[in-house]
């Protein structure tokens, strides 16, 4: 951390693309735009940000700018850009790292050395600063420079959703709200009570998504230890080449186990498709739906990938029954996952812990064989998958992301609430007449 005598000075670092450039959308995600005539700033930034400069803080952009080192856009548009952001806003700095993901360099985020160059140039106070962005690594150089964090959450589905951040805004209005009006009367969410419950939990989070970018972040988080996926998740995020996407994560994703599922329908073609993913890496699990779009189930299937040594994940499972039949046909010295989908029971009104827990007991003779909670639907289900002895359990980037609130304080979490009430009805400009109103 970088600090001053007495006269330090306090800043707010932002991200630039999502939180004050409006971002060009490809594949329905969010992207820096690589012309000017593309390049547009959010009608409320100015504002917002006169309102944080009033009350004193140094205002630094802190940009990854990864295109200009992928050849995308040349260096002069960027410079341009910059421009026309300096002369439209009250900026004091701006901060770019123009490299690549591979040139291994010490400015690009997640890594803090922007924020660390700024405040040796003006002696700011990190720990009085605070970092704004929209992307899980603007959190953590955030929370590696010793800043507070705002996470500006712009709905991308795909993103990973920081854990843990401070605080959350929807826009750079809210982002200003909070800054001047929550930080100085609250104090932060301990992270170390988040971090302390994650850290006791012997339940394995493996992450469940398909955006190369977001797995690549999540990996670099010591909780989650594996990932899982499927042929909905890819076309949600883009992917138009199964194999190819699936062989581009192998190389990166090295370490943890990433579960890859077939999409034939008929046994043959399962069997088939299910021997082409095994061979992709040593760390692949490979997905096998319990039963067939006929309602047939798999086993025929599991019973001869399992004995050619083939690690399974039998996916889409929802009663004991189902796990009974599935366990009979697992080979003891075989590694495999057992997917329940514990949120879809729980959809249906049936109580998933007592499920999971017949569950559990049915693979205990299976030596090598885990159960996973499949489809959670709220932060109390890992907790729950934990105490009932389930061996993994798969999380959205909102369920991660809502990790970061294990341990608040529930009177904290109620005059936030409030406070967000307040907040919105001011936006909204409602009125109500008393004296009209007793008339």
């Not at 735009?33 to 940000?49: G, K, N, Q, T, V």
């Not at 929802?318 to 366990?327: C, D, I, K, S």
């Amino acid at each position: 951390m970088v600090t001053t005598a007495a006269n330090t000075k306090r800043a707010v670092f932002l991200d630039r693309d999502g939180v004050l450039v409006v971002p060009e959308m490809r594949d329905g995600r969010g992207y820096a735009p690589r012309s000017l005539a593309a390049f547009s700033i959010y009608p409320d930034a100015a504002e917002s940000l006169a309102r944080l400069k009033a009350a004193g803080y140094l205002l630094v952009v802190v940009t990854n700018q990864p295109d200009i080192g992928n050849g995308l856009v040349s260096a002069d548009v960027v410079d341009e850009m910059h421009r026309l952001l300096a002369q439209a806003l009250p900026i004091d700095r701006i901060e770019m790292c123009p490299h690549s993901q591979t040139e291994g360099c010490e400015c690009r985020k997640p890594k803090p050395g922007m924020l660390i160059n700024a405040a040796r140039h003006y002696g700011i106070d990190l720990a009085a600063s605070v970092m704004v962005g929209d992307r899980f690594s603007d959190m953590e150089a955030g929370r590696l420079a010793g800043c507070r964090t705002v996470f500006m959450d712009l709905d991308d589905v795909s993103e990973v959703k920081p854990m843990p951040a401070d605080f959350a805004a929807r826009s750079i209005a809210e982002v200003a709200d909070v800054i001047l009006n929550a930080m100085p009367n609250a104090m932060p969410h301990d992270r170390g009570a988040a971090m302390r419950a994650v850290d006791g939990l012997k339940v394995k989070i493996f992450a469940d998504g398909a955006d190369l970018d977001g797995i690549l972040e999540m990996a670099r988080l010591p909780y989650i230890k594996g990932f899982t996926t499927n042929p909905t998740l890819m076309r949600k995020a883009g992917v138009t080449n199964y194999e190819a996407f699936a062989r581009g994560l192998l190389e990166r994703i090295t370490r943890h186990p990433v579960s890859f599922e077939v999409f034939a329908d008929d046994f043959p073609g399962m069997i088939a498709q299910a021997r082409v993913i095994a061979s992709w890496g040593r760390n692949v699990n490979v997905k096998v739906p319990v039963m067939n779009t006929r309602g047939e189930f798999t086993g025929p299937v599991l019973r001869t990938l399992a004995a050619e040594g083939v690690e399974l994940n039998v996916t889409a499972i929802m009663t004991p029954e189902q796990v009974a039949a599935v366990a009979e046909v697992l080979e003891d010295d075989v590694p495999a996952i057992v997917s329940v989908f514990a949120g879809r029971v729980a959809d249906t009104g049936i109580d998933p812990v007592a499920h999971m827990r017949a569950c559990r007991d049915i693979l205990a003779p299976l030596p090598r064989a885990e159960l996973l909670w499949a489809s959670p639907r709220e932060v109390l289900n890992i907790f729950q998958a934990d105490d009932i002895g389930c061996h993994i359990i798969t999380c959205t980037n909102d369920m991660i992301a809502k990790l970061s609130l294990a341990g608040k304080d529930l009177l904290d979490y109620s005059r936030e609430t409030v406070q967000m009430f307040h907040r919105d009805a001011a936006a909204s400009s409602f009125s109500i007449n008393p004296a009209k109103s007793a008339a």
